[in-house]
């Protein structure tokens, strides 16, 4: 019995590390803490596209980003169907949109 307790408490820290060492990038927790996540998902559509498919839709355009932010803030639809998104500014500030945005487009 002692044997099991003590393999399974070693298996637990084990685990434990692991979360830890993968714990989730400072931009995807601000991402989530801005209420990001509720509407998009990381590799798959919500409510809104998958974060994947925005990065790729925007791979290589030199603009993407201030769009991005733009559209961030004031919200808006039409690209990706027909639910529009609401405007995140005032209540999420803009260098943490941007540092969001940023993040997105590494999501490719």
Not at 31 to 44: D, R
Not at 58 to 69: I, M, N, R, T
């Amino acid at each position: 019995m002692y044997k099991l307790l003590k393999k399974t408490a070693l298996l637990s820290v084990l685990l434990f590390s692991a979360q830890v060492a993968n714990a989730a990038d400072p931009a995807e927790k601000l991402a989530q803490k801005s209420g990001c996540l509720m509407c998009h998902g990381i590799q798959n559509a919500i409510i809104g596209p998958a974060y994947k498919d925005i990065a790729t839709k925007y791979k290589g355009d030199a603009s993407a980003e201030a769009k991005l932010v733009a559209k961030v803030k004031t919200g808006g639809g039409g690209v990706w169907g027909k639910m529009a998104m609401p405007p995140n500014s005032p209540q999420v500030k803009d260098e943490d949109i941007k540092t969001i945005v940023k993040w997105i487009l590494t999501q490719a």
